[in-house]
C-alpha cells in the first residue's frame, strides 16, 4: 500500500492492482488553490454524500465504489477510525477518461460571465435571453480537458468527438443528462436546485464504461436553496460559493500563496457543507 495522489481536497492510496482507497480530507480549495484553512468535517460531508448519490444511480451507470467500512480495508485505515471513519472509500481502480462533463442547468458562473458580454459560451452561440441564474431551457454538456498543468480547458463537442470517437462520447453525453435530470428531480424534493455539477469516468478491467471520483458533492456542484431561488439574483448557496465569494471581495481569488480564512466564515462553510448533506439525504449527524 502506497499514497500515490494527495490532490487538492483528496489523498489516494493504491490497495493492490485492482483497488485503491480514497480519503476525503477537511482541505478546502477554490479558483485552483488550496488554502491554509481547513473546514471541520466538510470531508465527511463530501464523501457520505457522493456515498448516497452513488448508490442512488447505482442502476443507472457502475460506479467505482466497492465499500465505506474501514472493516473492509487495510490495517492502516481500520485501525484509525478517529482519522479515516466516514470520509474513507474503497473503489475499484479505473482507466479514467482525461475529461470532465459538466452538465449545466442554469445560466450562472462561467457561462454566464462570457454569456452576458457575447451572448456565447465556449465559442457557441447561446440562443434566448437569459438573465443570471435563470433556468435553461434544456441543461447543456461543456466537456473539458484536464491538463497535467494549468487549469482544465473547455471543449467543443466536436473535439470531443474527434479525439474519443463520436459513439463514446454521444453515450456518456447521454448518461450525464439521464444522471442529471433523475438527480436534479430527487434534490428539488429536498428543497435543494442542482443547478450544474460534473462527472468522470473510466473503464474497469473489463472495460466497462463506469463511473468514478465523485458526484453531486457541493464540491462538484452548485445547489441553490429552492425558497430563496429568484432569478436575476445571485441564489443562496450550499456549496463552496460562499468562501468563493468572500475572496473576490477581498480580491484574494487566486492569490498565492493562499490565504487564511477568518474564524466565522471556516464556522459558516462547516455549517453549509453540513446542511447541504442534511438537506441532501434526508439524515442527521454525520
Known sequence: MKKILSGKVRDVYEINEKEL???????????????????????VALNLTSAYWFDYTSKIIPNHMISTNLSDMPDFFSKNPARFDKRTVLVKKLNMLPYEFIVRGYMFGSMWEEYKTSGTFCGQKVEGGYTLAQKLVEPVITPSVK????????????????????????????????????????????????????????????????????????????????????????????????????????????????????????????????????????????
Not at 480530507?25 to 470531508?43: E, M, Q, W, Y
Not at 497535467?148 to 473535439?159: A, Q, V
Not at 473510466?202 to 429568484?230: C, H, M, N, V
Open 21 to 43: 482507497v480514497i480519503v476525503t480530507t477537511d482541505r478546502i480549495s477554490a479558483f485552483d488553490v488550496i488554502l491554509k484553512s481547513t473546514i471541520k468535517n466538510k470531508g
Open 147 to 286: 491538463n497535467d498543468t494549468g487549469h482544465d480547458e473547455y471543449i467543443s463537442l466536436e473535439r470531443l468527438r474527434a479525439e474519443l470517437g463520436a459513439e463514446k462520447t454521444d453515450t456518456i453525453c447521454n448518461i450525464c443528462l439521464m444522471l442529471y435530470n433523475i438527480c436534479y428531480k430527487q434534490a428539488l424534493k429536498n428543497g435543494i436546485i442542482i443547478a450544474d455539477t460534473k462527472f468522470e469516468f473510466g473503464y474497469d478491467e473489463k472495460g466497462a464504461l463506469t463511473l468514478g471520483d465523485e458526484i453531486f458533492t457541493p464540491d462538484s456542484s452548485r445547489f441553490w436553496a429552492l425558497s430563496d431561488y429568484q432569478a436575476g439574483e445571485t441564489p443562496k448557496s450550499y456549496d463552496k460559493q460562499f468562501v468563493r465569494d468572500w475572496l473576490v471581495e477581498h480580491k484574494l481569488k487566486g492569490v498565492t500563496p493562499a490565504p487564511e480564512l477568518p474564524e466565522e466564515i471556516v464556522n459558516a462553510t462547516a455549517g453549509i457543507y453540513k446542511e447541504c448533506y442534511r438537506r441532501i439525504t434526508g439524515r442527521g449527524e454525520y
